[in-house]
């Protein structure tokens, strides 16, 4: 069964950092490119950063290029999300996700971060 | 990057009207497009992929189409319990960018 689970969500005063992992499991994590989705409170939602399988690309949208940092582990079968630079805009429900072969989507229930002084 | 044009933004419809929400992507993605619904609250919750394939679970009354850059989801039938907002996303080569989200409100 294939679980993905966030953490490092945490209350951060603006300007602050954080770094968020996923743990997978129940797949071969390397052989997929991996997301990082976030929610604001009341908003939509908005794709933030992807890397593919072995970590060599990575993709990031607007509104975090410069201040967020993807990477993985494949040993460990992890992701993270380095995010610095953290502003009111970044609180949000972050869910690590990713495509499977068949196109389908599997999602983690993902990790509250909150930026607020 | 590509982006998810989403439309109407909401919707107002009665129960048993026949409602289709639709999704254009910025260029060609073939049939790398996911559908969500989404309830106050709660995460979102996938309903279809690979723009046409139901995910288990999910009621017939629930349809996908399309490919390239238009796609469309389709509730046949509308029940109560489909008041949410419906996100479009693309998958083209990983979970990428989403649609601005359609309000469904039930009349």
């Known amino acids: 069964e294939v679980q993905l689970l966030e953490s490092g969500g945490a209350l951060v005063q603006p300007g602050g950092s954080l770094r968020l992992s996923c743990a997978a499991s129940?797949?071969?994590?390397?052989?997929?490119?991996m997301s990082w989705v976030r929610q604001a409170p009341g908003k939509g939602l908005e794709w933030v950063s992807a890397?593919?399988?072995?970590?060599?690309?990575?993709y990031y949208g607007d509104s975090v290029k410069g201040r967020f940092t993807i990477s993985r582990d494949n040993s460990k079968n992890t992701l993270f999300l380095q995010m610095n630079s953290l502003g009111a805009e970044d609180t949000a429900m972050y869910y690590c996700?990713?495509?499977?072969?068949?196109?389908?989507?599997?999602w983690g229930q993902g990790t509250l971060v909150t930026v607020s002084s | 990057d590509i982006q998810m044009t989403q439309s109407p933004s909401s919707v107002s419809a009665s129960v048993g009207d026949r409602v289709t929400v639709t999704c254009r992507a910025s260029q060609d993605i073939s049939t790398w497009l996911a559908w969500y619904q989404q309830k106050p609250g709660k995460a979102p919750k996938l309903l279809i992929y690979?723009?046409?394939s139901l995910l288990s679970g999910v009621p017939s009354r629930f349809s996908g189409s399309g490919s390239g850059t238009d796609f469309t989801l389709t509730i046949s039938s509308l029940q109560p319990e489909d008041s949410a907002t419906y996100y479009c996303q693309q998958t083209n080569t990983f979970l990428g960018t989403f649609g601005q989200g359609t309000r469904l409100e039930i009349k």
């Open positions: 996700a990713f495509r499977g072969t068949s196109g389908r989507g599997y």
């Open positions: 690979a723009a046409s």
């Open positions: 890397i593919s399988g072995r970590g060599g690309d990575t």
């Open positions: 129940g797949f071969t994590f390397s052989n997929y490119a």
